[in-house]
């Protein structure tokens, strides 16, 4: 019934193709991660899909029905603006039961809801002031709040949690998708955050320059990244990526160790603790590598170390292309690298 | 605290004499503005007031009468007319130009062809001299040849004294006028619309406002200092009226033209009677001041600046 189908949709403004030629499908029920770098065309898909930008070319279905000559109003959806887009003149409380007038919603009705909304996102005590009275982080709950209260099957949100503290973004995630799964909506949801995206998501669409690069679940992206683009883009910290000789070869820090008689040389450049675990910064034939050891590691600036890695780690892409290249290729380069 | 106490004892008189040189600087900046204030504005204001409580003999002696030539203007009749007919004179301008400026505003503010060109051509009336103004509408009105007349004998109509009838030369002046600072207000309203920031409509349109019910809670409201700003120029402007009178009505027929501030200056200027005119000029203020202390002590309070 609400499932979000973009098919072939492209939107340019001159001649910057800010989304070319996108497909995708959010199921019902489900929460779909746009996520890329800035200036990807995030907002843009977002604000086709709610029909504040028209499409140039392709067709948007929401539960079915084409909705691409549709007026915003028409789709049916709830939506959070990057900036917020909160009415300066009305309070907090009207500012969240706006849609709720607009609609006729009763007064009873209006009233439960909004406790209900106001609790959710820890507002209740700032239901009188003006907006230009909330700090940053409260303002992003309003929009949210406002978004939430309409109980639209559809619901989008662009960076709902960029303003929040690490502690608050981290309920609020929570929070939403808890909210997400209990209504069963379904949430088009932009991040450049790749951990909300990992966290979040049922399905992850990562977009770079107005296209998709990969589209999967964050498992796959993680654990299968189509493309180095992709590989860069996640973990914390994210993959290596390390030419050798003709190969382009990506492998997570937590894959490699540290060990006497490892195949790789390499120096340590610097360490960071992070308290369960450390990053360790090498230099490995003038690339960085970055290598993940559990607890508080005592490995000292400025010394050579070994590294060594399962094979089975490896991921290998194309050095022109960066795409990614399948297992059939690997035992070949599994000969190569041993010199 | 502990720092200033033990700071060495010439410290203290040297931050105080600090103070007294930041001060001396401030009001020395302010000095000019002041002096203009003072000198233009204050100061006659004080001498009209002044004037008004006494005559001037021919032999240039002034006399204390008191409030005299108070309860003369009291008992004159064609100081009533003016402030009456001003009176409806601000009530037949005034909302009409801010509503007309305001759906002129909301509409040339959308993105269309030919925008630049109509936003100019409703500006146009406000940067004509008022002379050029009064002449293009006198050409209206003129009996026989006027293009008024000319469109009444289109329909068999006869001739019409336009500004010579005490019943029409009222409604002549108030539709120039809303001519004239309806274009003047839409620059204002325009300014404020594209100060608005698109997304409040947007997201007004997701909840599934209609156009009409986003105007009247969130656009309006939030146009609500502009428009305040306007009213108070429309009605400042209602009673500054006068070079438009000076050539096309002299105030007639028969005073049914006067305005308070045409009264003024014919009062001063043509009967030479300048302790009147003072009197005049006091009750013109106080209507004016009564209008700022309006604005400056309910109405901004009662609307969200941004
Ligand atoms: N109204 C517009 N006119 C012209 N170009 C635009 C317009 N809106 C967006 N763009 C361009 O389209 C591209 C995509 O913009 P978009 O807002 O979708 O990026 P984004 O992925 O949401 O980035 P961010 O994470 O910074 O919000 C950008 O290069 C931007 O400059
Ligand atoms: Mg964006």
């Not at chain 1, 690069?213 to 993959?239: D, V």
């Not at chain 2, 402030?83 to 601000?90: H, P, T």
Request: proline content about 4%; hydrophobic content about 45%; some cysteine.
């Amino acid at each position: 019934m609400s499932a979000i189908m973009l098919s072939h949709v492209s939107k340019s403004w001159g001649a910057m193709r800010a989304v070319d030629d996108i497909s995708l499908t959010a199921d019902e029920g489900s929460l779909l991660v746009l996520l890329g770098p800035s200036g990807c065309g995030k907002s843009t898909t977002l604000r086709l899909i709610a029909g504040l930008e028209e499409a140039d070319a392709g067709t948007i279905a929401i539960g079915g029905v084409d909705v691409t000559r549709l007026s915003p109003a028409d789709r049916k959806i709830s939506m959070v603006f990057q900036s917020y887009a909160l009415f300066p003149h009305l309070s907090v409380a009207e500012n969240i039961i706006f849609g709720l007038r607009v609609r006729r919603v009763s007064r009873a009705e209006r009233d439960a809801r909004l406790r209900r909304v106001a609790d959710i996102v820890g507002l209740a005590h700032l239901l009188d002031r003006k907006p230009s009275q909330l700090s940053g982080g409260q303002r992003q709950r309003v929009a949210l709040g406002r978004a939430i209260i309409a109980e639209a099957r559809v619901c989008l949100m662009d960076e709902p949690l960029s303003n929040l503290d690490a502690k608050l973004r981290h309920e609020m995630r929570t929070e939403i998708r808890a909210l997400q799964q209990r209504l069963g909506m379904t949430m088009v949801y932009v991040t450049h955050d790749q951990t909300e995206a990992m966290t979040m998501a049922d399905r992850v669409v990562l977009m770079r320059d107005g296209v998709i690069e990969q589209n999967g679940s964050p498992e796959e992206l993680y654990n299968r990244p189509a493309t180095a683009f992709t590989a860069r883009f996640i973990g914390t910290p994210p993959m290596n990526l390390v030419r050798q000789g003709d190969h382009l070869i990506g492998i997570r820090p937590e894959h490699i160790r540290i060990v006497s008689g490892g195949d790789h040389a390499a120096r340590v450049k610097a360490v960071e603790h992070l308290g369960a675990d450390s990053i360790v910064l090498c230099d490995i034939d003038g690339q960085p590598i970055s290598v993940r050891l559990d607890g508080f590691s005592k490995v000292q600036p400025g010394v050579d170390v070994r590294l060594a890695w399962e094979a089975g780690h490896e991921h290998r892409f194309d050095p022109v292309s960066e795409c990614r290249l399948e297992t059939s290729a690997r035992q070949g380069r599994l000969a190569t690298s041993d010199g | 605290m502990t720092d200033l106490a033990a700071l060495p004892p010439i410290a203290e008189p040297r931050a105080r004499s600090q103070a007294w040189w930041n001060a001396v600087n401030a009001w020395l900046l302010l000095l000019p503005a002041a002096v203009l204030l003072v000198a233009f504005t204050h100061w006659p204001i004080l001498a009209t007031i002044r004037h008004s409580l006494f005559i001037t003999k021919r032999n240039g002696d002034e006399v204390f009468v008191g409030a005299d030539s108070y309860q003369a203007m009291a008992a004159d009749p064609i100081f009533w007319k003016a402030l009456v007919n001003n009176f409806w004179f601000a009530f037949g301008t005034i909302p009409t130009s801010i509503a007309l400026a305001l759906i002129m505003a909301v509409w040339v503010n959308r993105n269309m062809r030919g925008r630049g060109f109509l936003r100019l051509a409703y500006f146009t009336p406000t940067v004509l001299p008022m002379i050029a103004v009064a002449n293009i509408w006198l050409f209206f009105y003129t009996p026989d040849y006027g293009a008024l007349d000319q469109l009444r004998g289109l329909f068999g109509l006869g001739r019409w004294n336009w500004l010579g009838d005490p019943s029409t030369v009222m409604g002549c002046l108030i539709v120039m006028v809303i001519w004239k600072e309806a274009g003047f207000f839409m620059i204002f309203y325009l300014a404020a619309l594209q100060q608005l920031s698109p997304d409040l409509d947007e997201a007004a349109s997701i909840e599934g406002a209609s156009r009409w019910y986003t105007f009247r809670r969130i656009t309006f409201p939030l146009l609500m200092p502009t428009t305040l700003f306007v009213a108070i120029n429309a009605v400042i402007n209602s009673f500054k009226l006068v070079d438009h009178l000076v050539i096309m009505t002299k105030g007639g027929p028969n005073n049914a033209s006067t305005l308070l501030l045409y009264y003024i200056y014919e009062v001063a200027f043509t009967f030479q009677d300048s302790s009147y005119a003072a009197t005049l000029t006091v009750v013109l203020l106080m209507l004016l001041s009564a209008i700022a202390l309006l604005k400056f002590g309910y109405l901004d309070r009662r609307i969200h600046y941004q």
